[in-house]
């Protein structure tokens, strides 16, 4: 199956500032999806992303399909953006997920 | 439009008691998918099914586990014989097609004590 890896395992953030964090596979995947996952352990659906770019109020994402990696922006970041971010994608009908990115974001 | 919803909640076994976790797909969905969170873990695959058919079961351990989507009611994951190990939060998720987003529950957080 794909491996998916995902950098910075752990980035912490003073609120209003931006950051990128990316997410690398394997090999191509059919369909790629970014979640939020809360404090509460909640996964919340952020993006889903094959390819080209999407934007949601502060966050954005870009997947280069061809170059097998995908990117979410946050921007001003808040406190409640606080939480551990999966990207993760399928090449079949599973989703394989990284390991995540845990965000904290400082007041 | 109600979204996947996973009952119970939380759910506390002790060890050889059986466990079963139940996950209603949103409305239209015909695939549904249970993936598993260790603690501090990232996400683990477990089983695929459409209506009375398991589709994939490669990410299931072979023993204890077993999974089902009758074609009547919800899916149910059912774990006999529970041990520490199975302690972790099991999600439920659900599709209109396969290879298309797919739309996670909250989570049954099981502990087994």
């Known amino acids: 199956g794909i491996q998916v890896e995902q950098s910075p395992p752990d980035l912490i953030l003073q609120e209003g500032a931006n950051s990128t964090l990316r997410c690398n596979f394997s090999?191509?995947?059919?369909?790629l999806q970014w979640f939020h996952q809360n404090p509460w352990g909640q996964l919340i659906n952020l993006f889903y992303?094959?390819?080209g770019t999407k934007q949601n109020g502060r966050l954005s994402a870009t997947t280069v399909a061809t170059e097998r990696y995908s990117l979410l922006y946050i921007s001003s970041s808040q406190t409640t953006d606080s939480g551990v971010y999966f990207c993760?994608?399928?090449?079949?009908?599973?989703?394989?997920f990284g390991e995540g990115t845990q965000l904290t974001v400082n007041p | 439009n109600a979204g996947v919803m996973q009952n119970p909640r939380h759910l506390v076994r002790r060890r050889g008691q059986e466990a079963r976790l139940r996950c209603s797909p949103m409305k239209g969905h015909s695939h549904v998918y249970w993936y598993r969170q260790l603690p501090e873990e990232g996400l683990k695959f477990m089983v695929y099914?459409?209506?009375?058919?398991?589709?994939?079961e490669s990410g299931m351990p072979k023993e204890r586990f077993s999974a089902e989507f009758p074609k009547e009611g919800p899916s149910i994951l059912r774990i006999q014989q529970v041990v520490r190990g199975d302690s972790a939060a099991y999600f439920c998720?659900?599709?209109?097609?396969?290879?298309?987003?797919?739309?996670f529950g909250p989570g049954t957080r099981l502990t087994v004590t």
């Open positions: 992303i094959p390819s």
């Open positions: 099914l459409q209506k009375e058919n398991i589709i994939d």
């Open positions: 993760a994608g399928t090449s079949g009908s599973r989703l394989t």
């Open positions: 090999d191509s995947v059919n369909n």
């Open positions: 998720a659900s599709s209109p097609l396969g290879p298309y987003e797919q739309y």
